[in-house]
């Protein structure tokens, strides 16, 4: 199977904000102790400056994270894979080639793929994954994609 994707810059936000989401969830969290110490040390002492801080570091740790992890994501992408990819996959390898990269994985280094609405994620690690976006392929390529991966699970 051979697919063109098109680059796209809210596919690329998409599958950052995908791939950051365990670390993202585990920062909201500190930061939801931390806003929540601060009440604490607020409701026992409302002069105090620490607690004021804890709290409103804490909102923002919680509110700000996402967008922030995001955005630096989006600006440290090498400009060599800021264009469209051919990706093409047969029994052993998965192929991406990029105009000026390209990398070759074998199917035994997956981890797993990950089925969103709007694509596949397949995963070689826990923060590395090969995009295989569903609006770019046909129904049929949609059904053999599912079966070429059930079969390597």
Do not use: N
């Not at 585990?26 to 939801?32: A, Q």
């Not at 909102?59 to 995001?70: H, R, S």
């Not at 469209?84 to 797993?112: F, I, N, Q």
């Amino acid at each position: 199977m051979s697919l063109e994707v098109p680059h796209d810059v809210h596919r690329l936000r998409r599958t950052i904000r995908f791939l950051s989401r365990p670390y993202v969830l585990l920062t909201r969290i500190l930061g939801g102790v931390l806003a929540f110490l601060g009440v604490v040390l607020i409701v026992l002492d409302t002069s105090s400056a620490v607690g004021y801080a804890a709290a409103a570091g804490g909102l923002a740790v919680v509110f700000a994270i996402g967008p922030i992890m995001v955005a630096v994501g989006m600006r440290t992408q090498a400009a060599a894979i800021q264009h469209g990819y051919r990706l093409t996959l047969d029994d052993e390898w998965m192929h991406v080639a990029y105009p000026l990269v390209e990398s070759r994985c074998r199917w035994e280094g997956l981890d797993r793929a990950v089925e969103t609405p709007e694509a596949w994620y397949v995963m070689f690690g826990k923060a590395q994954a090969v995009v295989v976006p569903k609006d770019v392929m046909t129904p049929q390529q949609r059904a053999e994609f599912e079966a070429f991966v059930a079969a390597r699970r």
